[in-house]
């Protein structure tokens, strides 16, 4: 009985020590899988940093308003007689655009001139029996005062009856007509809105610091939402002489001649001053650069050295850069990169130091200085 425990012990033990030497030849080989296990190389795009010419360029956010344009409006009460003008016509100088009613200053005026034809004749019989010194000089002067009196008190009744009479202050555009026939205008009622359209202004502003750069005359470039295939030019025509004391920035305004009318007053716009000078820039694509809180970077391609086997391969390397200005899907380096260096332009955000990459440029994204996207 003692032996036949013994064995069943010994077979246990046998057992649990063929389990165990399994096992171990298991790990054994993991372990080797593991150290000989290579994480394989991710798939980026790649660009070269290439050096470009741009022209000098002062961005600025502006409006469009017009170099005329008012609200007309009426200067003395009264009922509208006559509306002489359709909305979003162009009208003339002088054109008549509304006519108020002058019934009972018409009635006064013929009144005031038949008391004038009168103060004109008794003018003038004063005057012979004065020549006959009849009368005395007072009696003269007394028919003289009277009759400039009468023609002052009709002239005020003609200007009574003109300003009645709205007529357009400078050729423009009309807008939406907001007086209808029979209504009453009280004084400063808005009739409708003008707008000279040719030429147009572009106002904006930039920093004190760049004013040493701008003078009269250098040529302006619009860009417009509502218009984005084209660029509006223009020139400079002012410089205010005083700064924004709240944001130290100096007021610009742009003359553009509009001449197929497409600008129009309170029109957003992208204005750039063009500066005389071309100067070489170092540029990559904004989809290469990393932003963080510690500063931009980018991702240099590097070559490997070849392994035992005879083959290299390629990794990257994280490059703190300083950014410049933007012009369109491009970043301007100012440090950290030289001409040649190719970088990661997609897929960056997966790298790290180090890591072995393989280049797939089937892919790539296009980058252009004036980028049209088509759901935009």
């Known amino acids: ?100 009613d002058t019934s009972s200053e018409q009635a006064q005026l013929r009144a005031m001139e038949a008391q004038l034809d009168l103060a004109r004749v008794n003018l003038e019989r004063v005057s012979k029996l004065r020549a006959e010194n009849t009368v005395s000089q007072s009696d003269l002067d007394t028919a003289e005062a009277t009759m400039k009196q009468t023609q002052a008190n009709a002239d005020a009744i003609r200007a009574t009856i003109e300003k009645k009479t709205i007529r357009a202050p400078f050729a423009g555009r009309l807008g939406i007509r907001q007086v209808n026939l029979g209504q009453y205008l009280d004084t400063g009622k808005p009739i409708v809105s003008l ?11 930039l920093p004190q610091q760049e004013l040493s750069r701008l003078s009269v005359g ?12 084209r660029h509006f030019e223009g020139t400079l025509t002012t410089i205010n002489p005083d700064l924004d004391p709240a944001t130290r ?15 129009r007053p309170g029109m957003f716009t992208r204005a750039e001053v063009l500066l005389p000078e071309e100067k070489p820039v170092l540029v990559v694509p904004s989809t290469a650069v ?5 500063g931009d970077s980018v991702y240099v391609v590097e070559s490997n050295a070849p392994a035992a086997s005879g083959k290299g391969g390629l990794s990257v390397r994280q490059q703190l850069v300083r950014t410049g200005p933007a012009r369109g899907d491009f970043l301007s380096i100012e440090s950290g990169l ?29 980058a252009t200085l004036a980028p049209r996207p088509p759901d935009s």
């Open 338 to 366: 030289k001409p040649g260096d190719r970088i990661v332009s997609a897929g960056a955000f997966k790298l790290r130091t180090g890591m072995a990459v393989v280049e797939n440029n089937d892919i790539n994204p296009k």
């Open 218 to 229: 250098m040529p302006v470039r619009l860009t417009i939402d509502a218009f984005p295939d």
């Open 195 to 205: 707008q000279s359209l040719s030429p147009v202004y572009a106002d904006f502003s």
């Open 1 to 100: 009985m003692i032996r036949k425990l013994v064995l069943a012990v010994v077979i246990v033990f046998a057992v649990i020590g063929g389990l165990a030497g399994v096992k171990a030849l298991q790990v054994k080989k993991l372990i080797a899988v593991g150290k000989s296990f290579a994480i394989p190389p991710e798939s980026v795009s790649t660009v070269v940093a290439r050096e470009e010419k741009w022209q000098g360029i002062l961005g600025a956010i502006g409006s469009i308003t017009a170099v005329q344009g008012v609200n007309v409006t009426t200067e003395v009460p009264g009922l509208v007689n006559e509306i002489a003008f359709e909305p979003g016509a162009v009208v003339a100088k002088g054109d008549l655009l509304v006519r108020l």
């Open 290 to 294: 990393l932003s963080a809180p510690y």
């Open 249 to 263: 920035s100096i007021g610009l305004q742009a003359t553009v001649q509009n001449l197929n009318q497409l600008l």
